[in-house]
């Protein structure tokens, strides 16, 4: 079997990304009260090494791989940028050549969505994206994961975005042609996702509406979604706070959604930025079962990547 690489949800297409959806609903509903990093009964990956390579800061996706792959029966290195010769000049094909007869796996957290593809090239185990400036697939498929375990059915569904058109919008709008659900894009000018993006979605049957209106984009949204502003690295601060500003999420903003909407942020917040507090800490916001999900999610990417699922 051909080596199964995630770094964009396309790579695994709807059928498997529905079925990695169905695997984290079963696996997180058999781990209920479970010590967290108890291993699934099955324990698929036993012998296992996920190396984690980070090149960019994180949390979320740190933990929740090393937690994902420790209930799988795995276990994880990690290497920092920093402290590895990746750092110190060490091509990236040299180091997915090295780390592919030591490791079972890499996930890699970067910026340029061009050394990932270097990485996948030159690999010869899965490589997954934690995040580039491109993408964010594992995020989205944890989002996916949480709509529908709050009552969202994915085709036909309305999904609004306010705020910066980046990485975690592109990765939105590759799902919505995958699974056909509409989004709406709430942004200033000159902070529109990328243009290639908006096509694959529509080409897949989505509806995508680009708008400067934040309130015509809210009107009955099933699903609000907003991002930190300025990310990691980013320059021009306070101009881009300033063009943001009209784009907050905020609750006058989700009063245009329909009353049973879901409010998504992939974290960290910026609260009283991005989103209001009343809206981030209010009972349509499900950010932390959200953040939660990116382990059940990212076991079953996994389990694809290792040819066990779909």
């Known amino acids: 079997m051909a080596v199964r690489h995630f770094l964009d949800l396309g790579d695994a297409g709807a059928d498997a990304i529905a079925a990695m959806i169905n695997d984290a609903i079963d696996r997180k509903a ?4 479970w010590p967290r990093g108890k291993a699934d009964t099955d324990a698929p990956l036993e012998g296992r090494v996920l190396a984690l390579v980070f090149e960019k800061n994180s949390t979320r996706t740190r933990v929740s791989f090393d937690i994902a792959m420790r209930q799988l029966g795995g276990t994880v290195l990690i290497l920092e940028a920093g402290s590895s010769q990746l750092g110190r000049g060490e091509t990236i094909a040299d180091t997915a050549r090295v780390l592919s007869r030591m490791v079972d796996c890499i996930m890699l957290r970067t910026d340029d969505h061009a ?4 990485m996948a090239k030159h690999a010869s185990v899965p490589v997954i994206n934690g995040l580039t400036d491109r993408s964010h697939p594992c995020q989205i498929v ?5 709509m529908i375990e709050h009552g969202k059915a994915l085709p036909g569904l309305e999904v609004a975005w306010f705020g910066d058109g980046n990485n975690v919008l592109h990765s939105i709008l590759e799902a919505a042609a995958l699974f056909k659900f509409n989004v709406r894009i709430a942004t200033p000018a000159g902070y529109e996702p990328e243009p290639e993006f908006v096509e694959m979605a529509r080409e897949g049957g989505a509806t995508v509406t680009l708008t400067q209106d934040a309130v015509a984009a809210a009107r009955d949204a099933d699903v609000v979604v907003t991002d930190t502003w300025v990310s990691m690295g980013q320059e021009h601060v306070h101009n881009k706070l300033a063009a943001m500003a009209p784009f907050q999420v905020n609750a006058d903003l989700m009063k245009h959604a329909k009353p049973d909407a879901i409010f998504l942020h992939c974290l960290p917040a910026h609260v009283d930025e991005e989103v209001s507090e009343d809206v981030f800490e209010g009972p349509q916001s499900v950010v932390f079962d959200e953040a939660e999900n990116r382990i059940h999610a ?13």
């Open 115 to 118: 050394k990932i593809e270097e």
């Open 30 to 33: 058999a781990r209920e009260d």
């Open 142 to 146: 944890a989002d996916l994961l949480t």
């Open 298 to 310: 990212q076991k079953s990417v996994l389990l694809w990547c290792f040819g066990l699922l779909g």
